[in-house]
């Protein structure tokens, strides 16, 4: 079983829905969480950060935290088409390196 | 602007060639990594260091070396060992601490000839 578990997708929706991306994880000891957007061909770009559990908004993005689940979800309120990447989910803070632990990604589509 | 460059950005290796990957970042960061990006397995890390003058081992570094001798580079050598390199590479740098994000580059795409 892998640590972070992420649904590769492709989740295909109409321009304006909202969408919800979800991870699951085992590891108890994850105390922040990211989502993280990429494009094809670049690299990743930091959408959202949170540290333990709870829900942080950022203009249509809302990431959500639930440690009890060991479950984190990313919302997209308005999509667009340019939301259309591949989503990645990252956990850390689980020793005293600096590691991350990176889900596989979530390919989303927004279809105008 | 602040950020992290690689280069080059697609990069072709004979068999038994080693090849070095440039990553750089005036983000003023403590600690930089390398993963590499497979379809369908997400990022996995390869090498990543602290501090100047260290580093670690990541979880697939069979294969790879990397140095840190100067804050703002951290140079990855793919070696003739590692016989199955082609990836997509990605650097990434954060600030010093457990609770810190991770910024990328724009990646290095590695293609065997």
């Known amino acids: 079983q892998k640590e972070v578990e992420q649904d590769p997708g492709p989740l295909s929706v109409p321009e304006g829905a909202i969408v919800s991306l979800n991870c699951t994880y085992s590891?108890?000891?994850?105390?922040?969480f990211m989502w993280y957007r990429q494009y094809s061909r670049k690299g990743p770009e930091l959408l959202m950060y949170?540290?333990?559990?709870g829900n942080k908004e950022d203009g249509r993005f809302t990431a959500q935290v639930d440690k009890s689940s060991k479950y984190i979800s990313l919302f997209i309120r308005d999509s667009q088409p340019s939301d259309s990447a591949t989503y990645l989910c990252?956990?850390?803070?689980?020793?005293?390196?600096?590691?991350?632990?990176f889900g596989s990604g979530t390919r989303l589509l927004v279809r105008p | 602007d602040g950020g992290i460059t690689q280069s080059p950005k697609y990069l072709f290796r004979k068999e038994g060639q080693n090849v070095t990957l440039s990553c750089e970042q005036n983000l003023n960061h403590d600690a930089m990594y390398w993963y590499r990006q497979d379809p369908g397995q997400g990022l996995r890390l390869i090498y990543y260091?602290?501090?100047?003058?260290?580093?670690q081992k990541g979880d697939i570094a069979e294969g790879y070396s990397v140095s840190r001798e100067k804050k703002e580079s951290f140079p990855l050598t793919v070696t003739s060992a590692q016989k199955n390199p082609t990836a997509f590479y990605l650097c990434?740098?954060?600030?010093?601490?457990?609770?810190?994000?991770?910024?990328f580059g724009d990646g290095t795409r590695l293609s065997i000839l």
């Open positions: 590891n108890s000891a994850f105390q922040y």
């Open positions: 990434a740098s954060s600030r010093g601490g457990t609770n810190q994000p991770q910024h």
């Open positions: 260091s602290q501090i100047v003058n260290d580093f």
């Open positions: 949170t540290y333990s559990s």
């Open positions: 990252a956990m850390g803070g689980f020793d005293s390196s600096y590691k991350l632990i």
